[in-house]
């Protein structure tokens, strides 16, 4: 495992207990996670205490038979490129922690590669996901599988984290075969639009599948986690704090740090939100208008983000948007995220290439949200007669779908003072 950078490392190593302080640092990383969800959360630190030294214990001379049909089963469902790093993510912890299955199985929408070999068997052959995350290896107790009732089939906990596009099929395929005891987490930045109005990706697993779901956000860039640099995470839940820090536990290593908040919906709407604002960022890009407006631009969308989610759920809180979910998610998104990219050539290019064109030559494969969110978010804007609040949500989508030019991003974001 490879160390946390020094300046990190070191801020972290001064914030320990004293009585911890002398352990080498290479001596504290079994524990690290623990540790350092105790030095940011009192109540996780006094919750973690009791259950500590189960977890840190080896195994010895072997799991007991009774023991083994007690360990909690993972499966990820998904495996894209954040897909892919969740998985190694999680497969790192569950060798580590003895109350978890060490073998993490992760759902593959099968695909065959130009070699002619099925994606599926070249990942679990390299033990490296080379079409979404090459270079990276997963670790040996990622098991791929293309069979999505085989691959949930016995887990206790399911990590979502598809394209937020195709999880209405996934649930659908899956209603009927998951336990009512399944625990649930989603990594998916997006929303689905119904009839009745908007419905959060979380929400439509937890309804379809008569199942509880968290949700997993934050600062976020898949590639530079698998390199292990250091990131941040927001687990949002709803009630059951127990289970967000099962969730912690699960996915925080000593270069991620994963915080619970509860409010899984203002969490899940940063993370969906700030896509719409990543293309807008992107156009700014493409136009060449430098980093003040890029920064008015977020500004603006921060706001706009906020007001909606607020809009939409009374309860969402405004310390949210102060969580990696927020407005770290938002900045890393607008400097290096994928939506930003695919919308700066879109700009430069006049809007004369669609953004699936676009997406399918730039991203191979990989997909956007952004451009989808901003329909959706338009929808419900219009629906409930909300448009002339959100100038910048609705300009991004009128942009996207040809209706205006990429230069209307500032010149119809944000209402000027009457001259
Ligand atoms: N990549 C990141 O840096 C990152 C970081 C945080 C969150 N996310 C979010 O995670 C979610 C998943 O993104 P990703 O980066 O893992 O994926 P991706 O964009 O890298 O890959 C696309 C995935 O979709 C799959 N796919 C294609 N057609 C499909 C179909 N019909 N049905 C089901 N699956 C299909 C592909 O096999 C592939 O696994 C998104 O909501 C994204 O916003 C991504
Ligand atoms: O590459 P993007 O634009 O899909 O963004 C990736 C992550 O959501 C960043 O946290």
Same mark, same amino acid.
């Given at each position: 495992?490879?160390?946390?950078?020094?300046?990190?490392?070191?801020?972290?190593?001064?914030?320990?207990?004293?009585?911890?302080?002398?352990?080498?640092?290479?001596?504290?990383?079994?524990?690290?996670?623990?540790?350092?969800?105790?030095?940011?959360?009192?109540?996780?630190?006094?919750?973690?205490?009791?259950?500590?030294?189960?977890?840190?214990?080896?195994?010895?001379?072997?799991?007991?038979?009774?023991?083994?049909?007690?360990?909690?089963?993972?499966?990820?469902?998904?495996?894209?490129?954040?897909?892919?790093?969740?998985?190694?993510?999680?497969?790192?912890?569950?060798?580590?922690?003895?109350?978890?299955?060490?073998?993490?199985?992760?759902?593959?929408?099968?695909?065959?590669?130009?070699?002619?070999?099925?994606?599926?068997?070249?990942?679990?052959?390299?033990?490296?996901?080379?079409?979404?995350?090459?270079?990276?290896?997963?670790?040996?107790?990622?098991?791929?599988?293309?069979?999505?009732?085989?691959?949930?089939?016995?887990?206790?906990?399911?990590?979502? =984290? %598809? @394209?937020? &596009?195709?999880? !209405? +099929?996934?649930?659908?395929?899956?209603?009927? #075969?998951?336990?009512?005891?399944?625990? $649930?987490?989603?990594?998916?930045?997006?929303?689905?639009?119904?009839?009745?109005?908007?419905?959060?990706?979380?929400?439509?697993?937890?309804?379809?599948?008569?199942?509880?779901?968290?949700?997993?956000?934050?600062?976020?860039?898949?590639?530079?986690?698998?390199?292990?640099?250091?990131?941040?995470?927001?687990?949002?839940?709803?009630?059951?704090?127990?289970?967000?820090?099962?969730?912690?536990?699960?996915?925080?290593?000593?270069?991620?740090? =994963? %915080? @619970?908040? &509860?409010?899984? !919906? +203002?969490?899940?709407?940063?993370?969906?939100? #700030?896509?719409?604002?990543?293309?807008? $960022?992107?156009?700014?890009?493409?136009?060449?208008?430098?980093?003040?407006?890029?920064?008015?631009?977020?500004?603006?969308?921060?706001?706009?983000?906020?007001?909606?989610?607020?809009?939409?759920?009374?309860?969402?809180?405004?310390?949210?948007?102060?969580?990696?979910?927020?407005?770290?998610?938002?900045?890393?998104?607008?400097?290096?995220?994928?939506?930003?990219?695919?919308?700066?050539?879109?700009?430069?290019?006049?809007?004369?290439?669609?953004?699936?064109?676009?997406?399918?030559?730039?991203?191979?494969?990989?997909?956007?949200?952004?451009?989808?969110?901003?329909?959706?978010?338009?929808?419900?804007?219009?629906?409930?007669?909300?448009?002339?609040?959100?100038?910048?949500?609705?300009?991004?989508?009128?942009?996207?779908?040809?209706?205006?030019?990429?230069?209307?991003?500032?010149?119809?974001?944000?209402?000027?003072?009457?001259?």
């Amino acid at each position: 495992m490879a160390s946390p950078p020094r300046r990190v490392s070191s801020l972290l190593y001064s914030l320990l207990p004293s009585s911890l302080a002398p352990i080498p640092l290479f001596h504290a990383l079994p524990i690290y996670p623990l540790l350092l969800s105790s030095v940011f959360s009192p109540s996780l630190s006094r919750s973690l205490s009791s259950s500590m030294a189960p977890e840190l214990q080896q195994d010895g001379d072997g799991t007991s038979a009774h023991a083994a049909l007690h360990k909690t089963k993972v499966t990820v469902v998904g495996s894209g490129n954040w897909g892919s790093v969740a998985a190694k993510l999680i497969a790192s912890n569950t060798l580590r922690l003895s109350s978890f299955h060490d073998e993490v199985r992760m759902w593959v929408f099968e695909e065959t590669l130009p070699s002619g070999e099925k994606l599926t068997d070249a990942i679990n052959r390299n033990n490296e996901n080379v079409k979404y995350l090459p270079g990276i290896k997963l670790g040996k107790n990622v098991v791929a599988d293309p069979d999505l009732d085989n691959a949930v089939n016995g887990a206790n906990m399911l990590v979502f =984290v %598809t @394209p937020h &596009q195709f999880m !209405e +099929g996934i649930c659908k395929r899956l209603v009927g #075969k998951i336990k009512g005891d399944v625990e $649930a987490i989603s990594l998916i930045k997006g929303m689905e639009v119904k009839m009745e109005g908007p419905c959060m990706i979380s929400t439509l697993i937890s309804e379809q599948l008569g199942i509880n779901c968290c949700v997993l956000m934050g600062a976020n860039i898949a590639n530079e986690i698998a390199l292990e640099k250091f990131s941040e995470a927001t687990v949002g839940y709803r009630e059951n704090r127990a289970i967000a820090e099962k969730w912690v536990h699960l996915f925080s290593t000593p270069y991620f740090i =994963v %915080t @619970p908040v &509860q409010d899984v !919906e +203002g969490v899940e709407l940063c993370g969906t939100l #700030k896509n719409v604002v990543a293309i807008a $960022a992107g156009f700014v890009d493409g136009l060449e208008m430098g980093n003040n407006t890029k920064a008015a631009i977020m500004r603006i969308g921060l706001r706009e983000m906020k007001a909606f989610s607020k809009m939409l759920f009374s309860s969402v809180k405004d310390s949210t948007f102060f969580e990696s979910c927020g407005v770290a998610d938002l900045i890393t998104t607008c400097l290096g995220g994928r939506n930003r990219k695919v919308a700066e050539a879109f700009a430069r290019g006049g809007g004369k290439r669609s953004f699936d064109e676009l997406e399918a030559e730039m991203l191979q494969g990989q997909k956007l949200q952004g451009v989808s969110t901003a329909k959706e978010v338009y929808e419900v804007l219009s629906h409930r007669g909300w448009l002339e609040f959100f100038p910048l949500f609705a300009t991004v989508h009128e942009i996207c779908i040809g209706s205006l030019p990429p230069s209307a991003i500032v010149e119809h974001s944000e209402r000027k003072p009457e001259l």
